[in-house]
Nanobody, 117 residues
Framework: QVQLVESGGGLVQAGGSLRLSCAAS????????LGWFRQDPGKDREIVAA????????YYRDSVKGRFTIFRDRAKNTLYLQMNSLKPEDTAVYYC??????????WGRGTQVSVSS
């Protein structure tokens, strides 16, 4: 059974940085793409960035390009999201998931990121 546990969130001032981690277990992810998603109360959950576990090919939504970096450590089975130049509009609960599992409605607890202006 897939387990994805997010950590690393917190409260930072605008312009600050955070690194989120996602410990993945329960299966091999070599044939999967994993992503970071976020959801602010009252809004739909949106994908922030994704990476192919096999190739490292990445995707970013336009609003985070140049500020966020997604990367994985295959030996540790851990996914990361380095977030720099944070803005108040980045405030949300951040989740990691496989792109496939995300379509099934199964999510972990996420980690709260709050950016003050």
């Amino acid at each position: 059974q897939v387990q994805l546990v997010e950590s690393g969130g917190g409260l930072v001032q605008a312009g600050g940085s955070l690194r989120l981690s996602c410990a993945a277990s329960g299966r091999t992810f070599i044939n999967y793409a994993l992503g970071w998603f976020r959801q602010d109360p009252g809004k739909d959950r949106e994908i922030v960035a994704a990476v192919s576990w096999r190739t490292g090919t990445t995707y970013y939504r336009d609003s985070v390009k140049g500020r966020f970096t997604i990367f994985r450590d295959r030996a540790k089975n851990t996914l990361y999201l380095q977030m720099n130049s944070l803005k108040p509009e980045d405030t949300a609960v951040y989740y990691c998931n496989t792109l496939t599992r995300a379509t099934t409605g199964r999510w972990g607890r996420g980690t709260q990121v709050s950016v003050s202006s």
